[in-house]
């Protein structure tokens, strides 16, 4: 079946723009999760759902991030007053029931702002 | 929180060498995951191993949780298997990935 999508794959974004960033995870899977990447580094958590509940959300670095899943299925995070700072791979991942452990990676989206 | 540390940050090989990718994690954990993320930025599964040995193709892992380390093994080195190895731990089912910095592998014809 198919796995995670992320749109766009990648967003060039001007200082000050806001962004949307896109995850579809696998279908029927109760979770899901964002992390950013920076450059040379691992994935850091940003922000985590179980269906459309967020329960997580200490990872997010300001409150001009905001992620919603307002279905339980289909997924946005969203940047305003995006800064040089924010530029990185966002990464979305989706876990199935609850008694699945194993997370499975979207492509990324690379966000650059310039 | 979890400490995740990967050794060695960078691995240079020829072709059809073996090598040993170590994780060493600070905590107990539920979840050990391996990644490969291709050149693409893509992470691609390996193995779930919390505990135990598993075996794939010329990939195997063994995690011994008490001890709370991870081992990658990759046999017959392949200039596709260059890219960065991640490991990931979980305290739980539900909660967030750790990762480590990751094993930087590179494989020459």
């Known amino acids: 079946g198919a796995g995670v999508s992320q749109s766009p794959r990648y967003k060039v974004a001007k200082r000050g723009q806001d962004v949307a960033l896109r995850c579809d995870p696998i279908?029927?899977?109760?979770?899901l999760f964002w992390y950013q990447q920076a450059l040379g580094q691992g994935p850091e958590f940003l922000t985590y759902f179980q269906n459309e509940a967020q329960l997580d959300k200490s990872g997010l670095p300001s409150d001009r991030f905001f992620a919603e899943r307002p279905e339980g299925s289909v997924s946005t995070l969203k940047i305003q007053r995006t800064q040089q700072e924010d530029s990185a791979v966002y990464l979305c991942?989706?876990?199935?029931?609850?008694?699945?452990?194993?997370?499975?990676f979207g492509p990324g989206t690379r966000l650059t702002v310039t | 929180g979890i400490q995740v540390e990967q050794s060695p940050p960078d691995l240079i090989l020829q072709e059809g060498a073996n090598s040993t990718l170590r994780c060493n994690f600070s905590?107990?954990?539920?979840?050990l995951q391996w990644f490969h993320q291709n050149p693409w930025g893509q992470l691609i599964n390996l193995f779930y191993?919390?505990?135990g040995t598993k075996q794939n193709g010329r990939l195997s892992a063994t995690t011994v949780a008490t001890e709370r380390y991870s081992l990658l093994y990759i046999s017959s080195s392949q200039t596709t298997d260059s890219g960065v190895y991640f490991c990931?731990?979980?305290?739980?089912?539900?909660?967030?990935?750790?990762f480590g910095e990751g094993t930087q592998l590179t494989v020459n014809p």
């Open positions: 990931a731990v979980a305290r739980t089912s539900g909660s967030r990935l750790t």
């Open positions: 191993i919390p505990s």
């Open positions: 991942a989706s876990k199935g029931q609850m008694s699945s452990y194993e997370q499975y």
């Open positions: 279908s029927g899977h109760v979770s």
């Open positions: 905590d107990s954990v539920n979840n």
